[in-house]
């Protein structure tokens, strides 16, 4: 059964980069059949799609985050991985990581959740 | 970017009732809708994809409708579990969008 664990602080400074790991078990994160991607929502607002990957190279961003964010996989370790550089308080959200299959495109599989705030 | 509202923001409902929330995309889409429902402190919980296909292990309440710019989430019969805020997203192009949500309400 997939599942999806996440990991990194919490809490990350002004203009400092803001790094999210996401471990994938009971899929190969390189097999495929799933996108694997990253998804924010600030406090008491809505959802906001970041980026996605398949196929451990093929990427796809959000165009407002394009220039401070990059979205990658550690085959090794079945690893998603996010980064988002100079961060500011816009930036504080809760982070998840979650798949979708090829053929539907549904976020079926979601990480727990980090939450993250920006601030000195 | 695919822009997509939802309607109402948010709407009061009692158990039992029949509830029908609405989403339109600025373009078309086609078929590639999904709806999902968030809890407070919860990841969103996928309920509809593609539209109209049930997600496996979810009430059969719950249906989704459309296709191209207009779909539809009904639930047939209001659960006390169901209050809570559903969006609906676009999987058609990237940037993958959602809506703003929908807020049901006792």
């Known amino acids: 059964q997939l599942q999806l664990q996440q990991s990194g602080p919490g809490l990350v400074k002004p203009s400092e980069t803001l790094s999210l790991t996401c471990t994938v078990s009971?899929?190969?994160?390189?097999?495929?059949?799933?996108?694997w991607g990253w998804i924010r929502q600030p406090p008491g607002k809505g959802l906001e799609w970041i980026a996605r990957?398949?196929?451990?190279?093929?990427?796809y961003y959000n165009p407002s985050l394009k220039s401070r964010v990059t979205i990658s996989v550690d085959t090794s370790k079945n690893q998603l991985s996010l980064e988002v550089r100079s961060v500011t308080a816009a930036d504080t959200a809760v982070y998840y990581c979650?798949?979708?299959?090829?053929?539907?495109?549904?976020?079926?599989?979601w990480g727990q959740g980090t939450t993250v705030t920006v601030s000195s | 970017d695919i822009h997509m509202t939802q309607s109402p923001s948010s709407l009061s409902a009692s158990v039992g009732d029949r509830v029908t929330i609405t989403c339109r995309a600025s373009?078309?889409?086609?078929?590639?809708l999904n709806w999902y429902q968030q809890k407070p402190g919860r990841a969103p919980n996928l309920l509809i994809y593609?539209?109209?296909s049930l997600q496996s292990g979810v009430p059969s309440r719950f249906s989704g409708s459309g296709s191209g710019t207009d779909f539809t989430l009904t639930i047939s019969s209001l659960q006390p579990e169901d209050f809570a805020t559903y969006y609906c997203?676009?999987?058609?192009?990237?940037?993958?969008?959602f809506g703003q949500g929908t807020k049901v309400e006792i």
């Open positions: 979650a798949s979708s299959p090829a053929n539907t495109h549904g976020l079926d599989v």
């Open positions: 009971g899929v190969s994160i390189s097999s495929g059949s799933h996108y």
């Open positions: 990957i398949y196929n451990s190279g093929s990427t």
């Open positions: 373009q078309t889409i086609s078929k590639y």
């Open positions: 593609t539209a109209s």
């Open positions: 997203q676009q999987s058609y192009s990237t940037p993958w969008t």
